[in-house]
């Protein structure tokens, strides 16, 4: 009896008395609790009810905490008690009294050992720096399991200690648990205590407690930040001119007299629109009657979409996001591929017959048959070098191959034509010390070079890159090769 | 599902291109994706390794439900190496698609029985990483079905005992993670009521005469909290009353590798828009009422135009009269002189 005494010491848990307050609020309920109202909770019969660790550095009175939690815990802790190693259900008053005696005797002494605790409340932690007591920390195995009864064990996920040879002298050393518990609550009584004393604000959920927006324990960024939105064209010319830019104070939605209705303001069937697809157009004081007024629409919105494309692309790009050139090569992509599209296709223009790939000069006439020719002739094994040539042929050209090294012999009159073999060295070797002065400079402009060891030039395989499912080698595996997934092996 | 830095890239050099631009939501998703100025919850993604004991599982789940809702539990076993650079490419590819910059990683082998690494990312790439034996586990089941349970999504409130988590760099860094790990959404205001567990974590270390090495471990105990009324009455704090409920774990730290201090100060750099604002020349007096100050140019007041009325314009008419008169005096009395003089001195007056 003696060792229970000495082990369900400090637990809340443990006592279990059996007066119970109806009239004890519990604080976890109401926002009553924050503005005192009645304060039926502090009662006499402090002595023989066991006081709890942590609530002492806050009230110089003892004992009376242990009625509050009785209803509650009483159901909670019992079946609860059985996990711990030490524990034991079902405590006669006698011994409740006797333990309160010793725990209101030990918690004076607690009081005046308090450590206080430093605090970084916007994550709600405290630290303390005070160095742990080795001696409470652990305990031996043998002392306190052997001695307890143990009515119902359950079982414990219990991983046993693997490097042994880190446990020489402490094989057996369990930490003591309620001594942990006793120092958190010691510690969270500092940080409730310290929460509390910050600014508040009423809301439906109860109090609102205002947290430091700053973190005292430095915790890091998922992501770097972003960089600061540049201006646009327009924004700056506002600016400048003092024009107030409206963007918060347009409503998406906007009456329309038309119909008598709120639509929105852009988009599909927005609000005042300006309807001009009937059947019948009338021609206008300076239009041409022979034009086509609904292409002529068409163009124009096209036009507009257009522009408005073209000014978003280079406002990005002013801003970085794009490259340079980029507004430019997408309006020409776009412009020649509505071109063509109206002209009726790519090879629209070239008579039948004609190899495929000469469409990007969209010759015609003597011109192409010469092209077609040139092309025919060259599509031999030798690449038309060895063929007969026909009569009244112009000579055929042949490009001389790059790979035969050119040797520029010094001439005997000193005069050395271009650059020597002397000064091509001179320039590879100042290539080599100095990395490559212009060229890497308009390499690093285009931005082809690595910029640094961050993230963004990270060339990650994710496995997405086509080439490593080519299962052939060589230009075979280039055509038709699909990864063989379950459907298509059917 | 974030794209990896070269879909990225590959997706942007397609709109260059000409392409069609992503469908409205998959923009919205991306758009949620990039970088923010003030950043939520960093979520967790926890993962086994080649080989996963049935305990180190569980461990797994009991995370999951500490750290719900933001965290995700994958199933199939990965073949990931973590202090490998393959493995980190890995672990950053995995933490990259599912939006998470947590991860724990458990596994079980010979050599390194109960092993689990716990890791954060920065920009997509692995910042800090731990690995740890697990020596004692005791899961939320384990501690029975009375015991109460935090509620999904609750913030912890952490407490850190012993002097050690002070000694280096190491340490530090070590605390800053497991906040960092637990902490959950970073809030501005808290309704305090809602406030249902402590974690405590304490550091041992133990020295092994043999090799001369020092083992250090970390006990994560979890207590569920009640805040009581305080009974005295003495204040309206209330006082907290603690049960232990589950997971406690008993961590052994083997390997750790933390950010080079350049890549640690590119992760702690706020943006500037974050910074709150200096109110200045703003005051608020005892009534609650705002006080202003405003800050004038030095006024000579001798110089300055008050108001003008007619007496004082008056007044002033009459004193520049007055001196006027003064004046003419003078100047009569003056030439009278210059007459006497000339008198005296030529013996006939002056009749100019």
């Known amino acids: 009896m003696g060792s229970k005494k000495k082990k369900s010491s400090k637990k809340k848990q443990h006592s279990a008395p059996k007066e119970e307050k109806e009239d004890q609020v519990d604080y976890g309920a109401t926002v009553d609790a924050f503005f005192p109202g009645d304060d039926s909770s502090a009662h006499a019969e402090e002595e023989d009810v066991p006081v709890e660790k942590g609530d002492d550095d806050d009230n110089d009175k003892q004992g009376d905490e242990g009625t509050d939690e009785i209803e509650d815990d009483k159901k909670n802790d019992e079946p609860s008690d059985d996990d711990e190693e030490e524990e034991d259900d079902d405590e006669s008053l006698e011994e409740e009294e006797e333990k309160t005696a010793n725990q209101t005797a030990s918690s004076l002494v607690m009081m005046d050992s308090e450590e206080p605790c430093s605090f970084d409340l916007r994550n709600l932690t405290a630290v303390n720096s005070h160095p742990l007591h080795h001696e409470s920390l652990y305990k031996n195995k043998n002392d306190s399991e052997s001695a307890s009864k143990k009515k119902k064990k359950k079982k414990q996920q219990e991983i046993p200690a693997e490097d042994e040879k880190l446990t020489i002298n402490n094989a057996a050393q369990v930490l003591n648990e309620e001594y942990l518990l006793q120092k958190a609550t010691e510690g969270c009584t500092q940080l409730i205590h310290a929460l509390w004393q910050l600014p508040t604000e009423r809301s439906d959920a109860g109090p609102m407690v205002h947290l430091p927006t700053y973190d005292k324990i430095p915790i890091p960024r998922v992501l770097p930040p972003p960089p600061p939105k540049a201006e646009t064209k327009w924004e700056k010319f506002a600016k400048e001119r003092g024009i107030p830019l409206n963007k918060e104070k347009r409503s998406r939605k906007v009456w329309d007299e038309a119909t008598d209705t709120w639509k929105f303001r852009h988009g599909y069937d927005k609000a005042n629109a300006k309807d001009n697809n009937w059947p019948i157009m009338e021609v206008g004081g300076t239009d041409d009657p022979y034009e086509d007024p609904w292409q002529k629409q068409r163009d124009a919105k096209f036009a507009r979409t257009e522009d408005n494309r073209q000014n978003q692309m280079k406002n990005q790009e002013r801003a970085g996001v794009l490259p340079k050139g980029a507004a430019r090569k997408v309006l020409k992509s776009r412009t020649e591929s509505r071109k063509a599209g109206r002209e009726g296709g790519g090879n629209a223009g070239l008579p039948v017959g004609v190899p495929v790939d000469m469409t990007e000069n969209k010759l015609r006439g003597q011109a192409s048959t010469l092209a077609a020719l040139k092309a025919t002739q060259k599509s031999t094994a030798s690449m038309g070098r060895f063929d007969k040539p026909v009569e009244g042929e112009p000579e055929r050209k042949f490009p001389v191959s790059k790979k035969k090294r050119k040797y520029m012999a010094e001439s005997s009159t000193g005069k050395t034509s271009g650059k020597g073999e002397q000064e091509r060295a001179a320039k590879v070797l100042q290539t080599v010390l100095h990395g490559g002065g212009v060229e890497t400079e308009k390499a690093r402009k285009k931005g082809k070079l690595a910029k640094g060891v961050t993230a963004y030039d990270y060339e990650y395989d994710d496995g997405s890159n086509k080439a490593l499912f080519q299962k052939k080698k060589g230009r075979g595996g280039i055509g038709k090769n699909k990864k063989m997934t379950k459907k298509r092996i059917k | ?352």
């Open chain 2, 1 to 352: 599902m974030a794209p990896t830095n070269q879909q990225a890239r590959a997706a942007k050099a397609k709109v260059v291109s000409g392409g069609k631009a992503p469908k409205a939501r998959v923009q919205r998703y991306l758009n949620s994706q990039e970088s923010k100025i003030k950043e939520g919850a960093k979520s967790t993604v926890l993962l086994k390794g080649t080989k996963c004991s049935h305990a180190m599982g569980h461990v797994l789940k009991d995370l999951r439900a500490m750290l719900a809702p933001n965290a995700k539990l994958l199933a199939k076993k990965n073949q990931i190496f973590a202090f490998d650079s393959e493995g980190q490419m890995s672990l950053e590819f995995l933490t990259t698609k599912n939006d998470c910059a947590l991860f724990a990683m458990a596994s079980h082998n010979k050599k390194r029985p109960n092993n689990l690494v716990l890791g954060r990312t920065f920009d997509r790439q692995v910042l800090d990483m731990i690995e740890v034996g697990v020596t004692r586990f005791k899961s939320m089941e384990d501690y029975g079905g009375k015991v109460p349970k935090k509620r999904i999504g609750s913030k912890p409130l952490m407490l850190f005992l012993g002097d050690i988590w002070e000694q280096n760099d190491n340490t530090r860094r070590l605390q800053s993670f497991l906040v960092d790990f637990y902490r959950g959404d970073p809030v501005e205001k808290l309704v305090a009521q809602g406030l249902d567990h402590v974690m405590v974590f304490s550091l041992t270390e133990k020295m092994n005469p043999v090799t001369n090495t020092s083992v250090k471990t970390i006990h994560q105990r979890t207590y569920f909290m009640k805040l009581k009324k305080n009974p005295d009455g003495s204040s309206n704090t209330p006082v907290p009353f603690l049960t232990p409920c589950g997971p406690d774990l008993d961590m052994m730290v083997r390997r750790d590798q933390f950010a080079s201090i350049d890549l640690w100060r590119a992760a702690m750099k706020q943006p500037a828009a974050a910074k709150k604002k200096k109110v200045k020349n703003q005051s608020t007096n005892m009534f609650g009422e705002t006080i202003g100050r405003l800050h004038m140019n030095k006024q000579d007041i001798d110089k300055m135009q008050g108001r003008k009325s007619k007496a004082l314009r008056r007044a002033e008419k009459m004193e520049a009269e007055e001196e006027k008169a003064a004046v003419e005096r003078e100047l009569e009395s003056e030439q009278k002189q210059i007459g006497n003089e000339f008198k005296r001195d030529f013996g006939f007056e002056n009749d100019n």
